[in-house]
């Protein structure tokens, strides 16, 4: 098993089924798109093994704890390390990640988006090692985001010549 | 005429003259900045032909709804491609779309910023199709934006060799 | 001397020493992310020049006036040119500035996002002149920024080969 598959599995990590929406909406873009050796990720944001969209809902700080929000943002990197694999046909085509842009759905006056955040940063960390995974990265507030998710987290990779 | 030329032709669709702003603002960058292969994007927002700022003002979801707000995103498509133009020299250098950020005025409990930026994505796939045209997005919701615009939207472009 | 820290020193401009970060913060991360030839750059605040959080903390609009948020603005600069000479062992590798994102910690209807970002972009013109300064640029609003900093900033630049 190529290595960091063994990872995802000696970590008892689930990748979940392709993202389900809510009936009606239309999102007319791919959740990974390659350009050149880029894989640009699209807003992604927490999912239930199932695909459908993973609560609670709502700001972070009123109507979700910060604990709570970090397992979101976990459950975010595992929607997009599916995606991911979805669409590269292997995760052993990433080289490196280069940024990530976290986005809290954050109540007036939260101001802890990093410690949320950490929660998608720990997950690239564990299963691409500290070299390949090292992504820059911002964790900030967001005034309201689709759906009432928590959290939603964007990035982009290079890939393997 | 070129292929792009020729569908943006066939839409009808007016590409607006240079952004014109308010008095007394400066703003000390580019609408575009080509990096080598790659074109980016400065925020823009909704333009009215003559280059002038288009309204309404104001936050999605209160003082502007969906629908109009989705009419701003495509009018912001608009003075993007005009951007484009004007830096490029022609549209056709554009070899494929990488990603967007899409970023909604949202008054509070606003979460259908989605739909709002569906006016900007359909501008692109008509204009340059499903492959050239595709690009990784987001769609979220911020506190506030430069002269009270409902919209604003960045991107990357990669650019033919 | 090389021509950039001529101009740095000539400026009178001092580069503080690395971020201090309040106790029990942990950021898994680097400040500036290097592959391939682009330098992803990390959201960074204000900084003092022993490399502390620097104040005013709130929002701008409401806590904190338009011409100190803009002196924050400056001082990030300073932060992420700190950081990026730390990263890459000098400045002069830095063949090119492709896009800067700026946020402001924006009271509800504080819409002059892009005064406050002008004194990053001034500093960064200054420092590195008009062709390989020039950055595509976003400046908007957001709900809250970690430990209340006014402003936060990432960047994207392209190296010499």
Redesign the interface.
């Known amino acids: 098993m190529p290595r960091i598959y063994a990872k995802i599995a000696a970590l008892g990590l689930v990748l979940p089924e392709p993202p389900v929406l809510p009936p009606g909406?239309?999102?007319?873009?791919?959740?990974?798109?390659v350009?050149?050796?880029?894989a640009?990720?699209?807003?992604h944001g927490p999912q239930e093994p199932d695909g459908s969209l993973s609560g609670p809902f709502g700001q972070v700080g009123k109507d979700v704890s910060v604990e709570t929000a970090k397992l979101s943002a976990r459950k975010t990197a595992l929607a997009i390390l599916a995606s991911l694999q979805r669409e590269l046909g292997s995760l052993e085509r990433i080289s490196?990640?280069?940024?990530?842009?976290g986005?809290v759905n954050?109540?007036?006056?939260?101001?802890?988006?990093?410690e949320v955040i950490?929660g998608f940063?720990?997950v690239i960390?564990d299963v691409f090692g500290p070299e390949v995974g090292?992504?820059?990265?911002?964790?900030?507030?967001?005034?309201?985001?689709?759906?009432?998710i928590p959290v939603?987290i964007?990035a982009?990779l290079?890939l393997a010549g």
Chains 1, 2, 3 share one sequence.
Do not use: I
Request: aromatic residues 12%.
């Open positions: 909406v239309d999102l007319p873009f791919p959740w990974v798109n350009r050149g050796d880029k640009f990720v699209s807003g490196g990640w280069c940024s990530v842009f986005m954050s109540a007036p006056g939260f101001d802890r988006q990093p950490n940063s720990e960390l090292k992504h820059a990265r911002s964790a900030v507030g967001l005034a309201a985001l689709p759906f009432g939603e964007e982009e290079l």
